[in-house]
Each structure stands twice: as C-alpha cells, then as structure tokens.
C-alpha cells in the first residue's frame, strides 16, 4: 500500500475527520490488511489564511510548496491538502511538487459526473464562494456552480471560523445552515449543494438537508486517496 501524505491542521477538526474516515474505509476495503499509512503534517492554518486573506498567493505557494517536501522526505507517495480554500493555488502547487497531489475539487467534480449532476450549490468559506476554482474545474464538465446571497456568505463565513473550526457544533446553526441550502435549492433549481469547507460535514452531515443532496468533499476527498494507494 502506498503511503498518503496529508498537509493537516488548517482546519483542526476537519484534520481529524480526515485521519478517522482515511483508517475506517481503508479497514472496510482491505479487512484483511494492516492499518492504513497516512503522514500528517499539521501546519499553521492561521499563516495559511492571511496570505489567502491578502492576496499574496505565490507566498502561499511557496509556504505550501515547503510543507508538501516534508511529506515527500517523510516518504509520502503522493498528498493532498485537507481543506478547500488552499485549493486556489493547487495548480501551481501540483506542478512544483515532488509528489503528486489529489484535488479536492477534481475530486468533487467527478463525484457530480458520475451523479449526473448539472446545477451546484456550494457552501464554504467566503473566499471559496467568491473564489474561480470551484466553478472554473466544474465549468469543464459544464456544470453550473451557484453560491447564496452576499448576507447569507457573510453568516456561513462567520459562523465558520467563529464556531465550526473551533469544534462548536450549534443546533440553531445547523438549522440556519439547512435553511440557506433549501432556500438556494429552491431559487437556483439545485441538484445537490457542495460543503466546500470540510468542516461543514461534521455539522451538515447525514448526505442531505432539507431533502437536498449534500457532496461531502471531504468523504470524497478520503475515497480519491484510498483509490490512489491501493
């Protein structure tokens, strides 16, 4: 089995989540195999996002470049970056990497090729709404990425970082949240919604809100790696 590699710690949660469903699955594929071999390197998440804040992307390159050659001296296969907003320099990262690298959005994509999805909600930090990745990667396979209204970003990204990366799971925030994705369902005629922040699973989870199908990228992400080091 091959060894993933996993840059950790920008969101601690999620990090978590990451390394519980990377074990479990593997143990479910391969009963009969030993435990799955994952390398975390759990870096500064704050650094990670004040440069995405201010706009300085090739220092974060640069930033992520370093902690992905940790990986590759610690004898990780291949990696990947366990949160969405860093997904805004992967190309650049993936071209100067010693190890390949799986895509959390090309992951996500594919999820909604195979479902045959066309029209996408997405839920996450303010910077992944506003940003081109998500839609850009989907737009390839001609799918539509919508997001929700300026005020409804603006309490998803608080309530992100206010709440959620902090481990604080409020059932009057699940219940807001669910009714941001019915509502976005119901005005865009959505076939599904993206939790593009992978702390969003640990509270919207179950596969579905308000009756709408939910695209766990996190889920997906861990099933993309244990495809690759079998």
Request: glycine share 8%.
């Amino acid at each position: 089995m091959k060894t993933i590699g996993m840059i950790g710690g920008i969101g601690p949660e999620s990090t978590i989540d990451y390394y519980r469903s990377l074990t479990r699955l593997h143990a479910e594929r391969r009963p009969e195999a030993g435990s799955a071999s994952i390398i975390i390197n759990s870096i500064d998440f704050k650094q990670v996002l004040r440069l995405i804040a201010q706009s300085r992307l090739p220092e974060l390159v640069e930033f992520l470049s370093h902690e992905v050659r940790k990986l590759h001296a610690a004898g990780s296969d291949f990696g990947l970056l366990a949160a969405n907003a860093p997904h805004v320099v992967f190309d650049e990262l993936a071209r100067n990497s010693p190890i390949p690298l799986i895509s959390i959005v090309e992951a996500t994509c594919d999820e909604a090729c195979k479902l045959g999805l066309k029209r996408v909600g997405l839920l996450g930090a303010r910077f992944t709404m506003q940003a081109s990745f998500y839609p850009e990667v989907f737009a390839r396979k001609q799918i539509q990425v919508l997001v929700p209204s300026e005020e409804e970003q603006a309490y998803v990204h608080e309530k992100y970082f206010g709440e959620l990366v902090k481990g604080l799971f409020l059932a009057e925030t699940r219940e807001r949240l669910t009714e941001i994705v019915a509502r976005m369902a119901q005005k865009d005629a959505l076939q599904a919604v993206i939790l593009g922040g992978t702390e969003l699973p640990l509270i919207l989870h179950g596969g579905e809100a308000a009756g709408i199908l939910l695209l766990d990228t996190t889920q997906i992400h861990v099933r993309a790696a244990l495809d690759r080091s079998s």
